[in-house]
Structure formats: structure tokens, C-alpha cells
């Protein structure tokens, strides 16, 4: 076993290391343990399998010490999917089990309690994302133009954005992907369009909020019952010593909502103001209640942009349902990050009663 333990050597040097010990070793006694420290570890690889060698050491999703090993999901499909690759190598992979890769890395951050990676080769959610409208006009007419693979065959799927960037194209395709039906001469595309563009100009990001964009859409373009009002929430901080004289701090929210013609008041303590206002938002919806019992808050971000301390920040909240294992994300924008984030709660629950198809109260 060949190892680049420091992960410092590059692709054409483990390709002639490896040539060389393949002339007095046997390929398939020969192998490769490479380690990203120069984010070759990949490539890496693949020079080793080229040059002779028909083991290779990974990791899932890269897991592994410093900058982490060669990673299985990626080199999996690369050898399962290339020609020149797949001609010539077995892997043992069969397509069924291929489009499960995804599934398999996802659940795998899960077990880390991380976030997967949106950016990750063949599995990332922006791995065949597109948000510039002559790239989606392309994939519309030929997704070869844009997708090096068929993003089902890895267990992916494709994803239309949309953004400041967008056009017609954009909107339509993605409209389609979330079932709604527009025609391109239909004027509320237009509007539809410009309140995107406005919205982003403000700091809202919809390639990253896919739930807040398809109510945006709906809103807009169709009928979104009005679930609940949010009639005032507070939210408290207080920093003291419990009785053991050790400090902390508490954090407390309340919220006052209406449904229809009745008023709902809930108050809770949480780890933090947002986790407060979560807890708080979710405790009573009346009617509505048993449609959020299985919602989770998977992942919260904060953006902050646009000055310092009085800064425009972004809050993009994933929220999943632990009985389906679906997943969406929303966003909020205020100078308020505590307000920013309560838009987004508000988003998501909005978000499951339009799926779930609850009525108007």
C-alpha cells in the first residue's frame, strides 16, 4: 500500500511513483492511500489506479485527519460513471446501489450532526444547480450542455435557481419542478420576476430557500391561504447566577398569534432568543397543530452583510420532517437578526401547511 501520508504529492508524481512500483509489484497488490492536504487526493487516485494500482483507500465523504482521505463518493461514481474509467474498471457498484450514494452521504453527515456540504461533487445540492438563464434555456434543450452525468444516476436531482440572474426560463422550469403552471406570456410572471429581483437587491437569497421562494411564487401567481397572523412577539435575554452561583444566561419568548377569530398566546424558554421563538411559534397553532408535531430545525445560518454592527443580515433556517425525512429551507432579512430568523420560522410553517393542504381556518 502506497500512502501520501503528508498529502502533499501531486497527481503526475503518484502516477510515475506508482508505474515504477507496478513494473516489480502485481497491480492487484498494489494500492493507494491518498490524503487531501492539497485537495488532490482524488485525482490522486484515480493516477494510481492509471499507473497500475487496483486498491484504493478512502473515506465517506472524505472523513479523515487534517484535511481529510480521498473520498469514496466521489471516486465511486467517477469510476462507475467515465468512460475511459468505467471500460476499464470494476467496481463491484451496481447502478441500483449507485443511486443511493446520495442517500448513503447524507445520512452519513447526519450521524456526524453536520450539515451535508451543498457544494459536494455528484451529491451537494448545488451540484446540478443552475441559476443564469442561458444555462437553464441550455439544459432545457440538452442537459449535456451543463451536467456532466445524469444527476438521478448518483441520486441527485436537478435544481433551476432562482436569483437576480434569472429570467423567463428560470422561472418557468423551476414553476413546472414545483408543480405550478404558468405561461410565459402570462403578466404575472412578469411581476413575479421583478419581486424576486427587488427582494434580492434587499438581501433575500432564493437559490438557498427554496420553500421561501415557491410561497413567494404561490402568493403571487396563485392562492396561499392565510394560515395564522403573528400579531407581536417578544423576546428576552437575561443574564444572571443560578443558585449555585454560577452565571448563564436565559432566554424567553412569547407569541401572540391569531386564527381567524380566536388568539393564541404561548410563551417558552429556550437555548438562545431564536430557539425560544421556535419553541414559542410551535406550542399552539390550534387546528393546525398536529400537522407541525414531526417538524425538526435541521440547520440555522447567519449572513451579516452590508455595514457592521447595524448590518443587513440573512437567516436561512432548514427544517425537516422527522416521519417523511423531507427537507426545505427558508430565509428572513432584516438589521434585526432576531427578526430576520422569525421570518423564516414563519416561512417554514407556512411552508407545511400549503404541503400538507390545510385550509383557511
Known sequence: MLCDTNGGTLPDEVERIVAETARVVPGDHLGIHAHNDTDNAVANSLAALRAGARQVQGALNGLGERCGNANLVSLIPSLALKPGLADRFETGVSEASLREIAKISHAFDELLNRAPDRHA??????????????????????????????????GNKRAILVSDQAGRSNLIAQLAALGIVARSDDPKLSRLLGEVKDREAQGF?????DASFELLARRILGDVPRFFDVESFH????????????????????????????????????????????????????AYQKHIDDLDLLDYRVRVFQGGTDAVTRVLIEFGESSTGARWSTVGVSSNVIDASFQALVDAIDYKLVKVGAGAP
Open 205 to 209: 437569497a432564493y437559490e438557498a430557500a
Open 121 to 154: 461533487p455528484y451529491v451537494g445540492a448545488s451540484a446540478f444547480a443552475t441559476k443564469a438563464g442561458i444555462h437553464a434555456s441550455a439544459l432545457a434543450k440538452d442537459p449535456r450542455t451543463y451536467e456532466h452525468v445524469p444527476p438521478e444516476t448518483v
Open 235 to 286: 423576546v428576552s435575554v437575561e443574564r444572571k447566577f443560578n443558585s449555585h452561583g454560577n452565571l448563564y444566561s436565559a432566554s424567553q419568548a412569547v407569541v401572540k398569534i391569531r386564527i381567524g377569530d380566536q388568539t393564541f398566546i404561548s410563551a417558552a424558554e429556550g437555548n438562545g432568543p431564536v430557539n425560544a421563538l421556535d419553541l414559542a411559534l410551535r406550542k399552539d397553532l390550534g
